[in-house]
Nanobody, 124 residues
Framework: QVQLVESGGGLVQAGDSLRLSCAASGRTFSSYAMGWFRQAPGKEREFVARISRSGLATWHADSVKGRFTISRENAKNTVYLQMNSLAPEDTAVYYC?????????????????WGKGTLVTVSS
């Protein structure tokens, strides 16, 4: 089992940058593919980005491609989401998730463990 704790959210202005971090417990972090998802008020949770166990493969949603970058440091049991050129439509609670698989999934239902989320608010 793995426990996930997100940090780095906050209130920013449009065009600003933020870096989210997700710290995982346990000694088998490299066994998990990791992902970031987000949920805006009144909307379903949606895929943002995911990264393979090794970190060599990444995928990003079209809505964030070119602006957001997922990365991981297995030695630090941490996955990151660098968010640049933030826009008001990026406002959401951002969740870190883990899947006991090589590549993970873009479907929330396929992820095995979840953090409690961190709120990102982007003002115009």
């Amino acid at each position: 089992q793995v426990q996930l704790v997100e940090s780095g959210g906050g209130l920013v202005q449009a065009g600003d940058s933020l870096r989210l971090s997700c710290a995982a417990s346990g000694r088998t972090f490299s066994s998990y593919a990791m992902g970031w998802f987000r949920q805006a008020p009144g909307k379903e949770r949606e895929f943002v980005a995911r990264i393979s166990r090794s970190g060599l493969a990444t995928w990003h949603a079209d809505s964030v491609k070119g602006r957001f970058t997922i990365s991981r440091e297995n030695a630090k049991n941490t996955v990151y989401l660098q968010m640049n050129s933030l826009a008001p439509e990026d406002t959401a609670v951002y969740y870190c998730a883990a899947a006991l698989s090589t590549y993970g999934s873009s479907r929330p239902d396929d992820m095995d463990y979840w953090g409690k989320g961190t709120l990102v608010t982007v003002s115009s």
